[in-house]
């Protein structure tokens, strides 16, 4: 066999291999999808049978035939993905059962069951602030939600430890959105109850159906420690335990799959420049990627960067919180630089204070707000399985 035989045969074995590992996992995420049909309410019945009627052909291997077998109609379906690669992640549609009509707390109800070393999404629209746990998260993946007045889909997939905020206007209609039971690159994939469409949580677009190609709009949120988190926002709106289904909230079904260097489903490049599961934030400038080592930005405070030809800082003043700004104000761009002898992040062109929020508080500019920057944080092996050419800061 000759060199490129040999390697053909050797990148085939790896795939081989890390789609062999999902065997480990599957019965840690049927007994979860497996609580929506043995414990607690659901509404999801009849969601899912809307799914079946609209998504059923769009779905790999959903023909009458033998395992992996496609009708034409699977095959003439819009996707920009290979649809081979989009697997089943073992439960049913919704069988993992998004949260449609959440009930919230407050601050200090919610420490009744919070610890401060959970982690939180949490997300301010509108001078409106609330809060999801991710030990409930881990149990539905998806809430149906408005906040501020704009309806969202908070999303976390625990196989890449994504969490993703989308606004859930999709041509002019709000959609709700479920959980397909189907992954691609070891990714949460959703489906939306209007169209039976597929969307990619990592893509953050519709990957087949009706909306393949189009692109959700992504919304700033922060991923933090709860003990900060409650200290910063003590006015926020906490996500009930009362979601409407029976469900060990605070035990991760998960277990140990977050520290080992496992995975349990294909993904499409294997990427081992880092450690498959180190903890990065990851930009995108016009198809230009880079990512940023999660305890990088935490050590530095402040890292002023450019994606392509776009200027970006990030800030970390708190343990896990990142926030991504672009420091363009007024069209002047701002280098900023943190004081560790006074906590304070300046800009050294006048020289200003700036808060975490972004927010000039003393100074020349004085007033004045950065923009908030969307970005991807996660395990490195889900950012370079969907952006196989990214840089990795400083270079």
Same mark, same amino acid.
């Given at each position: 066999m000759d060199d490129h035989g040999k390697n053909l045969a050797n990148s085939r074995k790896r795939k081989w291999l890390v789609g062999l590992s999902a065997l480990g996992v599957t019965g840690v995420i049927l007994s979860i999808s497996l609580y929506a049909t043995d414990l607690? *309410? @659901?509404? @999801?019945g009849s969601v899912s049978s809307t799914y079946l009627s609209n998504t059923l052909k769009l779905m790999p291997g959903a023909s009458s035939g033998g395992a992996g077998e496609q009708s034409n109609s699977v095959k003439e379906v819009k996707h920009i993905v290979p649809i081979d690669q989009i697997v089943s992640g073992g439960p049913a549609p919704d069988g993992i059962p998004s949260i449609d009509n959440p009930k919230f707390l407050s601050v200090v109800d919610a420490s009744k069951f919070l610890k401060d070393s959970d982690l939180v999404v949490g997300l301010s629209i509108n001078g409106q602030t609330k809060v999801y746990p991710l030990l409930i998260f881990v149990w539905h993946e998806i809430v149906n939600d408005k906040v501020g007045g704009v309806p969202v889909a908070v999303t976390y997939c625990p196989l890449c430890f994504t969490a993703q905020v989308f606004n859930r206007t999709i041509s002019g209609h709000v959609v709700e959105f479920g959980t397909s039971g189907k992954l691609y690159n070891n990714n949460l994939v959703m489906y939306d109850r209007l169209s039976g469409s597929l969307w990619s949580q990592g893509l953050g677009e519709g990957i087949v159906g009706t909306h393949a190609g189009e692109s959700l709009k992504r919304i700033p949120f922060d991923l933090a420690y709860w003990k900060d988190w409650k200290h910063l926002y003590p006015n926020s709106l906490v996500l009930s335990t009362d979601t409407g289904f029976t469900r060990p909230y605070g035990v991760d079904p998960y277990g140990d799959y977050y520290t080992s260097d496992q995975l349990f489903f294909p993904i499409s490049n294997l990427d081992k420049r880092l450690g498959l599961k180190e903890f990065v934030v990851g930009l995108n400038n016009e198809g230009q990627y880079k990512a940023y080592i999660l305890h990088q930005i935490e050590s530095s405070k402040v890292i002023n960067d450019?994606? #392509? +030809?776009? @200027?970006? %800082?990030? &800030?970390?003043? $708190? @343990? /896990?919180?990142? /926030? %991504? $700004? *672009?420091?363009?104000?007024? #069209?002047?761009?701002?280098? &900023?630089? $943190? +004081?560790? !002898?006074? +906590?304070?992040?300046?800009?050294?062109?006048?020289? !200003?204070?700036w808060n975490f929020d972004g927010i000039a508080v003393n100074g020349q500019m004085k007033g004045k707000q950065l923009t908030r920057v969307p970005f991807d944080e996660g395990f490195w092996f889900e950012w370079a399985a969907f952006h196989p050419q990214t840089m990795i800061y400083p270079d």
């Amino acid at each position: 066999m000759d060199d490129h035989g040999k390697n053909l045969a050797n990148s085939r074995k790896r795939k081989w291999l890390v789609g062999l590992s999902a065997l480990g996992v599957t019965g840690v995420i049927l007994s979860i999808s497996l609580y929506a049909t043995d414990l607690g *309410s @659901s509404s @999801s019945g009849s969601v899912s049978s809307t799914y079946l009627s609209n998504t059923l052909k769009l779905m790999p291997g959903a023909s009458s035939g033998g395992a992996g077998e496609q009708s034409n109609s699977v095959k003439e379906v819009k996707h920009i993905v290979p649809i081979d690669q989009i697997v089943s992640g073992g439960p049913a549609p919704d069988g993992i059962p998004s949260i449609d009509n959440p009930k919230f707390l407050s601050v200090v109800d919610a420490s009744k069951f919070l610890k401060d070393s959970d982690l939180v999404v949490g997300l301010s629209i509108n001078g409106q602030t609330k809060v999801y746990p991710l030990l409930i998260f881990v149990w539905h993946e998806i809430v149906n939600d408005k906040v501020g007045g704009v309806p969202v889909a908070v999303t976390y997939c625990p196989l890449c430890f994504t969490a993703q905020v989308f606004n859930r206007t999709i041509s002019g209609h709000v959609v709700e959105f479920g959980t397909s039971g189907k992954l691609y690159n070891n990714n949460l994939v959703m489906y939306d109850r209007l169209s039976g469409s597929l969307w990619s949580q990592g893509l953050g677009e519709g990957i087949v159906g009706t909306h393949a190609g189009e692109s959700l709009k992504r919304i700033p949120f922060d991923l933090a420690y709860w003990k900060d988190w409650k200290h910063l926002y003590p006015n926020s709106l906490v996500l009930s335990t009362d979601t409407g289904f029976t469900r060990p909230y605070g035990v991760d079904p998960y277990g140990d799959y977050y520290t080992s260097d496992q995975l349990f489903f294909p993904i499409s490049n294997l990427d081992k420049r880092l450690g498959l599961k180190e903890f990065v934030v990851g930009l995108n400038n016009e198809g230009q990627y880079k990512a940023y080592i999660l305890h990088q930005i935490e050590s530095s405070k402040v890292i002023n960067d450019k994606v #392509g +030809n776009k @200027s970006i %800082v990030l &800030f970390s003043l $708190y @343990s /896990r919180m990142v /926030r %991504v $700004y *672009s420091p363009i104000i007024d #069209g002047q761009t701002l280098d &900023f630089q $943190y +004081n560790g !002898s006074t +906590n304070k992040i300046l800009d050294q062109q006048t020289g !200003s204070e700036w808060n975490f929020d972004g927010i000039a508080v003393n100074g020349q500019m004085k007033g004045k707000q950065l923009t908030r920057v969307p970005f991807d944080e996660g395990f490195w092996f889900e950012w370079a399985a969907f952006h196989p050419q990214t840089m990795i800061y400083p270079d």
